[in-house]
């Protein structure tokens, strides 16, 4: 059973917005942390945003003030909220868990979904 999917990308102009789905496996539970990370072309994986203890959120300086990292439990669901998309934006964006918040931290989460593309013109 594939533990995350994502859905909602797909392109946009700049200045546009998208809001990315991330639906969880039954086994992947409230314990869990959830992130979002991506990766552009020919560049090292990021983390975008997170939620770490407590429910506070992370966001890469990047993105704040921008995206959005929200949940609904009742849906297992985790979602990344984008607007005023730039260029830059663009890559494969990946729902990531686990239930050690440091690995999330360290960009390391042991649970990963398959990725769902941005791409963001000018």
């Known amino acids: 059973q594939v533990p995350l999917v994502e859905s909602g990308g797909g392109s946009v102009e700049a200045g546009g917005s998208l809001r990315l789905s991330c639906v969880a496996s039954?086994?992947?539970?409230?314990?869990?942390?959830m992130s979002w990370f991506r990766q552009a072309p020919g560049k090292e994986r990021e983390a975008v945003a997170a939620?770490?203890?407590?429910?506070?959120?992370s966001y890469a300086d990047s993105v704040r003030g921008r995206f959005t990292i929200s949940k609904d439990s009742s849906k297992n669901t985790v979602y990344l909220q984008m607007n005023d998309l730039k260029p830059e934006d663009t890559g494969v964006y990946y729902c990531?868990?686990?239930?050690?918040?440091?690995?999330?931290?360290?960009?390391?989460?042991?649970?990963w979904g398959q990725g769902t593309q941005v791409t963001v013109s000018s």
């Open positions: 039954e086994y992947i539970d409230s314990k869990y942390y």
């Open positions: 990531a868990a686990d239930r050690e918040v440091w690995r999330v931290v360290q960009g390391i989460p042991t649970y």
């Open positions: 939620f770490e203890r407590g429910d506070t959120t």
